[in-house]
């Protein structure tokens, strides 16, 4: 059964900084893996596909990472700005229709 | 481009009451999905639809009913509706199936039942 865990569950970084965000997944065998933001009170942003074969992907200050066979993935952002402030959640696909959504890190970012 | 748009973004009922939350997608989407978010439960599937008149049962569809009668619209029911249904209600569609394609969200819908 796919598990999907994101640590640090939440996360306050200085405005400037280069950070991290995980993503693990138990089951290797994916398609594709998904990273979304919430805004409090809104719905979920897509921000990067990355699919199976690829290694990464980019847009604009966000670069997201994806090692199947470590069962991880990473969500890089640069430069992070009080903007950034919001939940990050991924998710991978279990089945035709159903996703797995992971546990979100909800990230501020301090002026 | 509007993506995926929900009506009401808001609603207040009373138990027992009914009401129909709307979805529209104006993405040519095959599949899509109808979530309720619940403070540390994360996102629960409640009913999906992988093409116009079809429609499937989820993880929680117990008290809702689905109807999708034209490919961009789906529609979430609540026939009697429960304390237990307060909650934000979210959906989603995607091109294909989910090892194919990206999943698109709507902006939710907060229902509180009294």
């Known amino acids: 059964k796919q598990e999907v865990t994101q640590i640090p569950a939440a996360l306050s970084v200085p405005e400037g900084e280069n950070l991290v965000l995980n993503c693990s997944f138990t089951d290797s065998a994916i398609y594709n893996l998904q990273w979304f933001r919430q805004d409090p009170g809104k719905g979920l942003t897509s921000l990067l596909l990355i699919q199976s074969s690829q290694r990464e992907q980019t847009s604009g200050r966000l670069n997201a990472s994806l090692d199947k066979s470590s069962g991880r993935s990473t969500l890089y952002i640069a430069a992070s700005q009080p903007g950034d402030s919001a939940t990050y959640l991924c998710?991978?696909?279990?089945?035709?229709?159903?996703?797995?959504f992971g546990t979100g890190t909800r990230l501020k970012v301090l002026a | 481009n509007a993506g995926v748009t929900q009506t009401p973004k808001f609603r207040v009922l009373k138990t027992g009451q009914s009401m129909t939350l709307l979805c529209a997608q104006d993405m040519n989407h095959e599949y899509m999905y109808w979530y309720r978010q619940d403070p540390g439960m994360g996102l629960r599937l409640i009913h999906y639809?992988?093409?116009?008149?079809?429609?499937a049962k989820g993880e929680v569809p117990d008290g809702y009913n689905v109807s999708r009668l034209k490919k961009q619209n789906f529609l979430l029911g609540l026939e009697s509706a429960a304390p237990s249904q307060t909650s934000v209600y979210f959906c989603?569609?995607?091109?294909?199936?989910?090892?194919?394609?990206?999943?698109?969200f709507g902006e939710g819908s907060r229902l509180t039942v009294l």
């Open positions: 639809s992988v093409g116009e008149g079809t429609t």
């Open positions: 998710a991978v696909p279990s089945g035709t229709y159903k996703y797995i």
């Open positions: 989603a569609s995607s091109l294909g199936a989910a090892q194919t394609g990206e999943l698109f």
